[in-house]
């Protein structure tokens, strides 16, 4: 088991190292376009290059910052709503068709209208990423809430429990394991929402580091960003399984 | 023994799904305290339906219930499923009725986690339990209450035959020291004929009392005991008779 184990982080390693160096010598035979498609030992300068003029924490600060607050922010929210909606199951009926139609609604089309209403500041930013994740967490949580055990709904009647208490004990626990198992997509889809919003609009921030480089052609920058993005995305992913499994552990 | 616990009277239950299918046809019986009393019936004749009625979580369609006491806080009714909450650990699963009911039970719950072999897993978690392990903690929960009436709806039926004799017995010494009415659902009649003082039979769908049984065994002999005897077999001649058992 561990031999395999060991297998596959060393075919992983070694499937990105073959990368890497096919990607070097690709470029500097000229056998694709360098200044389109960069290099890995240019990429690996740039970030150099934008840690040295202190650079590089600044963006990478700004970004997670950001994510880290959208991603609370949207838990808490979508938890208080979904409880709300629990409570008042016509309102939820009412609104169904509108949460997903919005839900549907590519979210980089309300992005002015955000930026209107909200500023050209990191509030747009952290509304954007929210309008990606809220909605789909509002359902995803409010269908766990409807889908508990019909047992343990049934052994509750049994005590005459009040309407608060099943809500305590039943409801919002029977929720933890859809809401833990829920956690790593939500991360990656507010870093998503994270960086449209600092496409739109941002002094700082991976987003705001590809756009500019874009912007002035630089597509080494470019690439630095989306590697920079890849990296941190992978770690936020690892946190998000650390704190998934030691939930697991005491919620399931 | 002679003071009612609950008199049910006229009892009728009607489900209406597209037509109205009759389930329970006119119930009518007096349970007294401490009675320890088992509902036979074929597969789906309304055996639990007529529980859950007793439980308040299903309503009659026409007739009643009296209890002869505060029904809200003295039912401890037990299901098939053990429905245990995943994330509480045994000793809170155990203790949650009596948490519910504002009961400082932990003394005596703590005893019947010792006496039913639980005291050692009280920190472990209803997936790592084996399904009797499981059903005795249940059991355990629903008696933490010290409730005036027990419903049991085939509380037994996922233990092997060995585990179900012995916490059967247990159960029927528990209800008898404690002076607890219980009302047992059962498919299995020798089950029913070791552990009631009355059985009721149900008849098949649409549900009436078929017969009612006062079992007339010595008050000293155990459950286990009560299959050695001769009664025993007579019993469950009459009742395999009431049920069709012998046909064909």
């Known amino acids: ?252 | 023994m002679n003071d009612k616990l609950l008199s049910i009277k006229n009892l009728n239950k009607t489900f209406n799904v597209n037509e109205p299918i009759n389930v329970l046809i006119n119930i009518n019986i007096d349970i007294f305290k401490g009675e320890f009393i088992s509902i036979v019936g074929t597969s789906g004749c309304g055996k639990s339906t007529l529980l859950n009625i007793i439980a308040n979580l299903d309503k009659e369609s026409s007739g009643y219930i009296n209890y002869f006491f505060d029904n809200t806080d003295s039912i401890g009714y037990m299901m098939q499923e053990a429905a245990l909450f995943p994330w509480l650990n045994v000793e809170k699963n155990a203790l949650f009725a009596a948490k519910m009911k504002n009961i400082n039970n932990n003394n005596y719950i703590d005893n019947l986690l010792k006496k039913y072999g639980l005291y050692e897993f009280k920190y472990k978690y209803p997936s790592e339990l084996s399904g009797g392990m499981k059903q005795r903690l249940s059991l355990i929960r629903t008696l933490g209450l010290k409730p005036k009436l027990l419903l049991l709806d085939e509380p037994f039926s996922q233990l092997d035959y060995q585990s179900r004799i012995s916490i059967s017995s247990d159960v029927y010494k528990l209800a008898k020291e404690n002076n607890i009415t219980t009302i047992l659902v059962t498919h299995d009649i020798s089950e029913a004929i070791s552990l009631s003082d009355r059985i009721i039979v149900l008849s098949k769908r649409p549900a009436h009392i078929k017969n009612i049984y006062s079992l007339q065994f010595d008050k000293n002999l155990l459950p286990i005991e009560r299959r050695k005897e001769k009664l025993f077999l007579s019993y469950y001649e009459l009742i395999g008779k009431d049920l069709d058992m012998f046909e064909n």
């Not at chain 1, 910052?65 to 009926?93: A, G, M, N, V, W």
């Not at chain 1, 209107?116 to 409010?142: D, H, R, W």
């Not at chain 1, 700082?204 to 630089?218: C, H, R």
Request: hydrophobic residues 50%; proline residues 2%; glycine residues 4%.
């Open chain 1, 1 to 252: 088991m561990k031999t395999k184990k060991l297998l596959i982080h060393f075919l992983r390693f070694f499937i990105i190292i073959i990368f890497l160096i096919s990607w070097e010598l690709l470029s500097k035979y000229h056998i694709i376009n360098s200044f389109i498609f960069s290099s890995p030992s240019k990429i690996l300068d740039c970030i150099r290059k934008l840690y040295t003029n202190n650079n590089l924490f600044i963006h990478i600060n700004v970004t997670l910052h950001e994510t880290i607050i959208s991603f609370i922010l949207s838990i808490i929210i979508s938890f208080i709503i979904s409880i709300f909606l629990y409570h008042f199951k016509t309102i939820f009926k009412v609104i169904e068709p509108l949460l997903t139609m919005l839900n549907s609604t590519p979210k980089i089309a309300i992005g002015p209208i955000i930026i209107i209403l909200f500023g050209a500041n990191q509030n747009s930013i952290i509304i954007t990423a929210l309008s990606i994740t809220l909605i789909l967490n509002i359902l995803t949580i409010y269908n766990s809430f409807l889908n508990t055990n019909i047992y343990l709904e049934n052994y509750l009647k049994t005590l005459n429990v009040t309407k608060f208490q099943k809500l305590k004990y039943l409801v919002i626990p029977s929720s933890y394991k859809t809401l833990i198992s829920s956690l790593k997509i939500n991360i990656s889809m507010t870093l998503i929402g994270v960086i449209m919003g600092e496409f739109l609009v941002s002094k700082a921030g991976i987003g705001y580091l590809i756009i500019y480089g874009t912007q002035v052609f630089n597509l080494t920058l470019v690439m630095s960003g989306i590697v920079i993005l890849m990296t941190l995305s992978y770690i936020l992913y690892l946190v998000i399984n650390i704190i998934e499994n030691k939930l697991k552990k005491y919620l399931t």
